[in-house]
């Protein structure tokens, strides 16, 4: 089935520095993958959409100069949160879009989240 | 303003019983469904999905019901396993002719099957 992994699965960081999450389609091809926040008992907020090749496309409220995206390839996408603070502890979840299609229900994949601690 | 509202956070059910989880929506542009099972310090995964043109779904154990009308979707999972036990995710696609078509979450809610 197709896997995606994120690395680190946890970090911790002083405030002010940056931390960069990586997420990679192991078995597939990724041609759109998504980047997710999750906050303590609320839903998965969607923060941008990143295509292979091009910019990434953010949502509204969430700063493009802070979350740092890059989709190099297509199996690697890359989450660079730039001077963290402690309001940017949260998990961190990509998914991803398998090139090949399919059917809607399995269009995107999930990686197992990234758990973010500023302190 | 939440397009995607599980008001249930948390659920205890016995094994054994059926298990109902609710989703409301309010956007009416949303014409695909997905249901997720997430695991604690997991991504969520697949579960189930229905599409707006049809009101029932059945696989296996899990059915998901749909009311267009009232916009509401449910859950259905039965018999309940101690195995289930996780937080269910709604998630809803609007009719969109890109590719990449964007899931809007609920807030989840935690489901409880006590043995």
């Known amino acids: 089935g197709a896997v995606v992994s994120q690395h680190p699965s946890r970090v911790i960081c002083k405030s002010g520095t940056s931390v960069k999450i990586e997420c990679r389609s192991l078995d597939f091809q990724a041609t759109t993958m998504f980047w997710y926040r999750q906050f303590p008992k609320q839903s998965l907020m969607l923060m941008a959409t990143?295509?292979?090749?091009?910019?990434?496309?953010?949502e509204q409220g969430v700063e493009k100069d802070k979350f740092l995206i890059n989709h190099a390839s297509l199996t690697l996408s890359t989450l660079t949160v730039t001077s963290a603070h402690p309001e940017d502890s949260s998990f961190y979840i990509c998914s991803a879009i398998d090139r090949r299609g399919g059917s809607v229900r399995n269009e995107q994949f999930f990686g197992p989240g990234t758990r973010l601690t500023v302190l | 303003d939440q397009q995607v509202k599980q008001n249930s956070p948390s659920l205890s059910v016995q094994e054994g019983r059926i298990s109902i989880l609710n989703c409301d929506y309010t956007n009416s542009m949303f014409d695909y469904f997905l249901w997720y099972k997430k695991y604690p310090a997991e991504g969520p995964t697949f579960l189930i999905s229905?599409?707006?043109?049809?009101d029932k779904n059945e696989d296996g154990r899990f059915t998901v019901f749909l009311n267009k009308s009232a916009k509401h979707l449910s859950l259905h999972i039965v018999p309940s396993q101690p195995g289930d036990s996780a937080v269910y995710f709604c998630a809803a696609i609007p009719f969109s002719s890109g590719s990449a078509r964007q899931l809007t979450f609920g807030s989840g809610t935690q489901l409880t099957v006590l043995p």
């Open positions: 990143s295509n292979e090749g091009s910019k990434a496309t953010y």
């Open positions: 229905i599409s707006s043109i049809k």
